[in-house]
């Protein structure tokens, strides 16, 4: 059974830096694409970032620049590395492995069947 296990979520101030971290217990990570969403209370899911199984990495304009996505396929590990939080990215984060298959959007949740239960991140101003 797939189980994603993320972490790494906490307070931080304007301006700080935070890794969260997702874990493959049971499976792997490996030849698929991982991505991470967010979504604020009110809102609907937010695409953040994903690394391939060729290790390209996707990010909207809102991230790109602050954070990084990356991947350690020996320990069925996905990192996101948040630099410069600011208080529009507080949110609960989710990481997500995504349907194999040629065709569908790495920004699109509708693109992902597994899903972990998110690490909550709130940026203080």
């Known amino acids: 059974q797939v189980q994603l296990v993320e972490s790494g979520g906490g307070l931080v101030q304007a301006g700080g830096s935070l890794r969260l971290s997702c874990a493959a217990n049971?499976?792997?990570?490996?030849?698929?694409?991982v991505a991470w969403f967010r979504q604020a209370p009110g809102k609907g899911r937010e695409f953040v970032a994903a690394?391939?199984?060729?290790?390209?990495?996707y990010y909207p304009d809102s991230v790109k620049g602050r954070f990084t996505i990356s991947r350690d396929n020996a320990k069925n590990t996905v990192y996101l590395q948040m630099n410069d939080l600011k208080p529009e990215d507080a949110a609960g984060y989710y990481c997500?492995?995504?349907?194999?298959?040629?065709?569908?959007?790495?920004?699109?949740?509708?693109?992902?069947?597994?899903w972990g239960q998110g690490t909550h991140v709130t940026v203080s101003s």
């Open positions: 997500a492995r995504k349907r194999p298959g040629l065709f569908s959007p790495v920004f699109s949740s509708a693109s992902y069947n597994y």
């Open positions: 049971g499976s792997s990570f490996n030849g698929f694409t």
């Open positions: 690394v391939d199984d060729g290790d390209r990495t």
